[in-house]
Each structure stands twice: as C-alpha cells, then as structure tokens.
C-alpha cells in the first residue's frame, strides 16, 4: 500500500513539475513580490487539489454518466492537447504559456487552469484514485501540491537573490530550461495517447 501511495504521489508531482511551471509563470514571478506570489500560488493550489479529489474519487463516474465518455478518449484527446502545448513551449518559448493564460485578472484561476490542471494532471488524479483508496488518494494529491507550492516559493525566493546580479543567466535558464522540459512534457502528452489507444485497444 505505502509503495503505491508513494508512487501515485511522486506521478502526481512530476506532472505537476515545478520547475517546468516557475517557467511558464516568469511574467508573473518578476512583476509580483514575493507575498503576493505566495498569496495567488497558495489560491491556486487549493483550486487545484478541489478538482484533483473530485476526478479521485468519480473519476470514472465523471467521464461515463456526466460526460458520457470513456476515459480512454480523455487521454487521447487530452494527449494531444498537451502535446501542442509543449511544442508550442518548444518553438515560441514562454510567450507560448502567456498567450494560453491570457491577461486574466483572476490570476490564481488562471494559473490553476491550465497550468496546474491540465490532462497529464487530471489523468493522474483518476489513476491515482483507482489504485488507492480515497483517503489515501487524497492525500497523495495533497502531499504533492504542497511540494509543488513549496518548490515555487523557494524558486521565487532564488529567483528574487539571483537577477539583480545574473539576470542574464535567468533568461538563459529559462529558454533553454523551459525547452527541455517541454521535450519530458511532449513525451509524457505521447504516452497518454498510446494508453488512451491500448485501453481502446483491449475492449476489441
């Protein structure tokens, strides 16, 4: 059981990936200080770990009797969704995120849709909540949206000492960081569609 709760956590968190996520909120990272970064970071972690529970405990329920679907065709489509999102992070850079974020002025709904909740996430949750029992689910997506937060301040706070004295080297960062990471976030958008095909696969 704990082996399981371990690794449904630590799938959770690398989806989330932080260190990905602190590139595509660089605009807001620069124009808001460190308290209010906090403030909307925190807003949006609890927005997004209400949704999370939700597709962990109806998972299946939400996709056959709400949207009358298989889950299976969630995780193609929304493979490919996130697969346009990373090659559009790959070609364009973080302009790519803004554009998709848009000028919301409720900016930790923004940031929760669709940074934090995007396919690969949801996906997680439902598996997530097939593997473990409720209590325990919740709690591995609680678990990892705390890291994931947590990991945010402190980049902020790092970000906040270094680029007085090495901006350059933050914007090195995040072009060629946040282009690596989009090739892992191409990758996992790959493997959601060949699952999303197999499950499809198997009922024939």
């Given at each position: 059981?704990?082996t ?5 956590m ?6 989330l ?5 602190i590139?595509y909120?660089?605009?807001v ?18 927005i997004?770990?209400?949704?999370f ?11 056959s009797n ?10 193609i ?15 364009y850079g ?6 998709l974020r848009?000028?919301?002025?409720h ?9 934090l909740?995007?396919?690969g996430?949801i ?5 997530i909540?097939?593997?473990l ?9 609680l678990?990892?949206?705390v ?36 090739l892992?976030?191409?990758?996992i958008?790959?493997e959601?569609?060949m699952?999303?095909i ?7």
């Open positions: 059981m704990m399981e709760f371990f690794k449904s630590t799938l959770l968190l690398v989806l990936n932080p260190f990905l996520v590139v909120l660089i605009d990272l620069q124009k808001l200080d460190r308290r209010q970064f906090m403030y909307v970071l925190i807003r949006a972690g609890v997004s770990t209400v949704v529970w939700c597709f962990a405990l109806l998972g299946d329920k939400i996709f709400l949207v009358q679907a298989e889950f299976a065709s969630f995780q489509f929304g493979g490919i969704v996130f697969l346009l999102i990373g090659l559009q992070f790959v070609f973080p302009t790519a995120i803004q554009i848009g000028e919301s002025q900016l930790a709904g923004a940031i929760a849709m669709p940074i909740i995007g396919p996430t996906s997680a949750s439902v598996i909540g097939k593997k029992p409720a209590l325990y689910a919740c709690l591995a997506v678990i990892a949206l890291c994931t937060i947590a990991i945010m301040i402190i980049l902020k706070g790092i970000h906040d000492f270094v680029r007085p004295r090495r901006e350059p080297l933050i914007q090195r960062y995040i072009e060629i960081g946040g282009r690596i990471t989009a892992f976030a191409g990758t958008s790959v959601m569609i699952q999303g197999q499950t499809w696969a198997d009922k024939f």
